[in-house]
């Protein structure tokens, strides 16, 4: 669009510039164009933006025409399958009861962990790995990551990525935010470092202490329970280890199979409803 053009102070018009009625409406018309093709470009660019291609993997990401990178709340599938995750943060009292009830069932799980977690016991996240359960990363610091910078998600991601690495083996793939907590700027740092990011869609609120009978009744009755489920536990919990037993026994007579979370999300392309739901492409 050409600029509107000035005039000298004597108010005489510049050389060449028209003043006609005619100039003005051709001008009119070279305005509305120019406006409509803005907005067909600016249409297009918003629909291709829905469906973007990205690591790990061939993966493309749809919340729904949200400009929104969302994490793995569950999954959909018709099998029968729900994940046990665990987020190791402060102590490892009941560490070495809970893989025992795990191993007595013959089940695998996902245990998220702190880099400072690892540093203070090695020798569980060791015996974890051993037991061939999943490795996932819970940050470094366990801070509300949505406040940093990309570099320092990066840094926060990596240092416990390469701990674990160190004392395993294990290359992490999966990472879930502190508290829940996560934006754009998360997911994307999460996911240029290789990872899938990971919340859950079933809590067991094991943390608050309500006892045995509340942790069963939320993770067995959940009103959103089903196939494709990420059921949130804590090692540390004062009644987990204690419900832990029953909860998977009452999964398993629901007709669950019980699976570690690198079995049960999508790794191929896959889209992400409104809800968090992985759908396989």
Not at 84 to 113: C, P
Request: proline share 4%.
């Amino acid at each position: 669009m050409r600029q509107k053009e000035k005039k000298p102070d004597n108010k005489e018009p510049l050389e060449g510039a028209i003043l006609n009625d005619e100039s003005l409406e051709k001008e009119l018309l070279d305005i509305s164009l120019f406006v409509k093709i803005g907005i067909i470009v600016l249409s297009v660019l918003l629909v291709i933006g829905l469906g973007i291609k990205f690591l790990p993997g061939a993966i493309s990401v749809s919340s729904a025409g949200r400009n929104r990178d969302l994490p793995i709340y569950c999954v959909d599938t018709d099998e029968k399958k729900v994940a046990l995750s665990f987020d190791a943060a402060w102590g490892n009292e009941d560490t070495r009861n809970i893989l025992d009830i795990l191993a007595k069932h013959n089940i695998k799980v996902t245990f998220f962990m702190t880099g400072g977690w690892v540093n203070k016991y090695p020798d569980d996240v060791k015996a974890i790995a051993a037991a061939g359960h999943d490795l996932g990363n819970h940050s470094e610091n366990h801070k509300q990551m949505s406040r940093l910078s990309k570099e320092e998600c990066v840094e926060e991601i990596m240092k416990p990525h390469n701990r674990v690495k160190e004392l395993t083996g294990v290359e992490m793939k999966l990472f879930r935010p502190p508290y829940g907590d996560y934006n754009n700027t998360l997911v994307g740092a999460a996911r240029d470092c290789g990872y899938y990011t990971i919340q859950w869609d079933v809590d067991s609120l094991d943390w608050k202490d309500y006892g045995v009978q509340s942790i069963i009744q939320k993770c067995t009755q959940h009103k959103h329970l089903g196939n494709g489920s990420i059921i949130l536990m804590h090692n540390g919990a004062k009644y987990t280890p204690e419900a832990l037993d029953t909860i998977i026994t009452e999964l398993q007579n629901q007709g669950y199979e019980l699976v570690p979370i690198s079995q049960l999300i999508h790794t191929g392309e896959y889209t992400i409803d409104h809800e968090g739901r992985q759908h396989k492409k």
